[in-house]
Antibody, heavy 121, light 108 residues
Framework: EVQLLESGGGLVQPGGSLRLSCATS????????MAWVRQAPGKGLECVAW????????EYADSVKGRFTVSRDKSKNTVYLQMNSLRVEDTAVYYC??????????????WGQGTLLTVSS | EIVLTQSPDTLSLSPGEGATLFCRAS???????LAWYQQKPGQAPKLLIS???SRVTGIPDRFDGRGSGTDFTLTISNLEPEDFAVYFC?????????FGQGTKLEIK
């Protein structure tokens, strides 16, 4: 059974940093691209970052480019999202999701339960 | 960036009725790289359809995706109580994948 478990969310002040983790199991981690998708309270979905199966390819939403960094560790079957210079508008539930394809994000067939990031003073 | 606009924002129907949800893209979505998701309150989205029309294993055949280019639809026939949720479309034709704003399907 595929499982994705996010952690690392919490309350951070504007300008602060935080790293989210997504521990995975139940599939061959190095075979699939992975994505971080966020959802602000009562709002829609935004794919903020994704990383290819090898880690060599990444893409970011314009809203986080230069502030967020996505990475993966195949030895731990874990994907990370390093978030710097956080803003109030980054407040959201952050989901980790598995792509159907290896090289880039396509449809997302498995999702974690999400971790809440609140950016507030 | 491809902008996806879903309509209507809210659809009020009764169990047993049929629903048609629309997703329009600001430019053509190549290779029909469009997916549909269902999200219930407090849950993560669930993939229903990929490639515009291919149902994911286990998704009932009352869910039907169609379309190409800039216009896509998700039709749900004979609505069951568990179908009332928010539905999102997503394009993955470009490296910056984007989602529509969602359509809320609510019980009338």
């Amino acid at each position: 059974e595929v499982q994705l478990l996010e952690s690392g969310g919490g309350l951070v002040q504007p300008g602060g940093s935080l790293r989210l983790s997504c521990a995975t199991s139940g599939f061959t981690f190095s075979t699939y691209a992975m994505a971080w998708v966020r959802q602000a309270p009562g709002k829609g979905l935004e794919c903020v970052a994704w990383v290819s199966h090898t880690g060599s390819g990444t893409e970011y939403a314009d809203s986080v480019k230069g502030r967020f960094t996505v990475s993966r560790d195949k030895s731990k079957n874990t994907v990370y999202l390093q978030m710097n210079s956080l803003r109030v508008e980054d407040t959201a539930v952050y989901y980790c999701a598995k792509s159907v394809s290896p090289a880039w994000v396509t449809s997302l067939d498995h999702w974690g339960q999400g971790t809440l990031l609140t950016v507030s003073s | 960036e491809i902008v996806l606009t879903q309509s209507p924002d809210t659809l009020s129907l009764s169990p047993g009725e049929g629903a048609t949800l629309f997703c329009r893209a600001s430019q053509p979505v190549g290779r029909n790289y469009l997916a549909w998701y269902q999200q219930k309150p407090g849950q993560a989205p669930k993939l229903l359809i990929s490639g515009a029309s291919s149902r994911v294993t286990g998704i009932p055949d009352r869910f039907d995706g169609r379309g190409s280019g800039t216009d896509f639809t998700l039709t749900i026939s004979n609505l069951e109580p568990e179908d009332f949720a928010v539905y999102f479309c997503q394009q993955y034709d470009t490296s910056q994948v984007t989602f529509g704003q969602g359509t809320k399907l609510e019980i009338k």
